[in-house]
Antibody
Framework: VQLVESGGGLVQPGKSLKLSCSAS????????MHWIRQAPGKGLDWVAY???????VYADAVKGRFTISRDNAKNTLYLQLNSLKSEDTAIYYC??????????WGQGVMVTVSS | DVVMTQTPPSLSVAIGQSVSISCKSS???????????LHWLLQSPGRSPKRLIY???NLGSGVPDRFSGTGSQKDFTLKISRVEAEDLGVYYC?????????FGAGTKLELK
């Protein structure tokens, strides 16, 4: 199982960014997937989940601003981040869901929101 | 949201020593299916988190049996017997019984 995030970077407040998570080593379409973030020097904070059938749920802090999606043909998970705030600055991890457990994690991608 | 309270926030240990980490939840973590979705993760320095124990006491694949998890309802413990250098890092408990999933603040295990 391998999960590789990309798309991070420095972005101004109010702008947008799209993260990708490329999956390999398992049948991507059969698994739900999560995005989880970690602010610098802080703990873990769940962001969003998409089921294998593309049902989605979000943390209150990002609801209406972030959109999780998936392309099973490309084995890729996405997170569209809009209206970014400084408090969204974090490492963003994608993680596979197995029986309500985050069983595999990517290496993470840094998003910095600053003017 | 379910609040996960981990103690202690940090531990200083010698190699070979045994340690325990506590995790208490603000609500029972028993789901309607009878299972308890309380998990333990380890984040080694500079690395992404990895799962150690799932559903209170089940070791993840490849996790040495020096690790063990116990507990029920709202009170859980991770024990590491005979700490090795590779065990150093930050340990997190996490619950996925209730939406949204929540994490403890972490316990940093350091070398004495």
């Amino acid at each position: 199982v391998q999960l590789v995030e990309s798309g991070g970077g420095l972005v101004q407040p109010g702008k947008s960014l799209k993260l990708s998570c490329s999956a390999s080593g398992f049948t991507f379409s059969s698994y739900g997937m999560h995005w989880i973030r970690q602010a610098p020097g802080k703990g873990l904070d769940w962001v969003a989940y998409i089921s294998s059938s593309s049902g989605t749920v979000y943390a209150d802090a990002v609801k209406g601003r972030f959109t999780i999606s998936r392309d099973n043909a490309k084995n890729t998970l996405y997170l569209q981040l809009n209206s970014l705030k400084s408090e969204d600055t974090a490492i963003y991890y994608c993680a596979r869901d197995y029986s309500a457990l985050f069983d595999y994690w990517g290496q993470g991608v840094m998003v910095t929101v600053s003017s | 949201d379910v609040v996960m309270t981990q103690t202690p926030p940090s531990l200083s240990v010698a190699i070979g020593q045994s340690v325990s980490i506590s995790c208490k939840s603000s609500q029972s973590l028993v789901y309607s299916d009878g299972k308890t979705y309380l998990h333990w993760l380890l984040q080694s320095p500079g690395r992404s988190p990895k799962r150690l124990i799932y559903q209170v006491s089940n070791l993840g694949s490849g996790v040495p049996d020096r690790f063990s998890g116990t507990g029920s309802q709202k009170d859980f413990t991770l024990k590491i017997s005979r700490v090795e250098a590779e065990d150093l890092g930050v340990y997190y408990c996490a619950q996925t019984t209730h939406f949204p999933p929540t994490f403890g603040a972490g316990t940093k295990l350091e070398l004495k």
